[in-house]
């Protein structure tokens, strides 16, 4: 049996976590002693490494409950079921790069466009770009629309010659 605080030194991760597991319902102790310490059985190290692998790979709380669900009636429950948990966050994890990979390009590009000079940002091209978008929103009232920041390809040669945008 371990107390908490030898749990979670083997676990490598701070005692607290396993009380916001066991708050969350992903992990209890198997008994408390008589002075009301936790103790925890090889069966909860186990169930422990478990959520947090699952957790190291973005599973959320909800998903990993479930996946200990599957995992203690495993009997009831398909490989597919748990391939399309997986699969459902694959997909998911995609559409975040996606996302990421937008804002890497966006912010290349106005990086790209600005001289970043020491001179005034009376004139600098990327608060013209994100003033320029914030602009079309308003714009455009009422919708659901997110800002799409492009820098036109003016504004980068202004930069290069060192012109007003900056």
């Known amino acids: 049996m371990y107390r908490i605080g030898e749990l979670a ?3 490598q991760v701070k005692a607290d976590t396993l009380r916001f597991y066991e708050k969350h319902g992903l992990l209890a102790p ?4 008589d002075a009301g310490y936790r103790l925890y059985s090889n069966m909860d190290a186990a169930r422990l490494r478990f959520i947090l692998r699952a957790k190291a790979v973005g599973f959320s709380l909800n998903e990993i409950a479930e996946l200990l669900s599957i995992e203690l009636d495993k009997a009831n429950w398909a490989c597919a079921d748990v391939k399309g948990m997986v699969d459902t ?3 998911q994890v995609q559409l975040k790069l996606a ?3 937008h804002f890497r390009d966006s912010l290349q590009s106005l990086s790209e466009a600005c001289c970043g000079g020491p001179e005034s940002a009376e004139h600098c091209s990327i608060l013209e770009a994100l003033e320029s978008s914030s602009q079309a929103v308003r714009r455009e009232a009422g919708t659901a629309c997110e800002p799409q920041i492009q820098v036109h390809a003016n504004n980068k040669a202004q930069a290069k010659l060192g ?3 900056c």
Do not use: G, T
């Open 30 to 33: 198997s008994v408390r002693s």
């Open 9 to 11: 030194k083997q676990c």
């Open 89 to 91: 966050k694959l997909v």
């Open 99 to 101: 996302e990421l990979e």
């Open 163 to 165: 012109r007003q945008s």
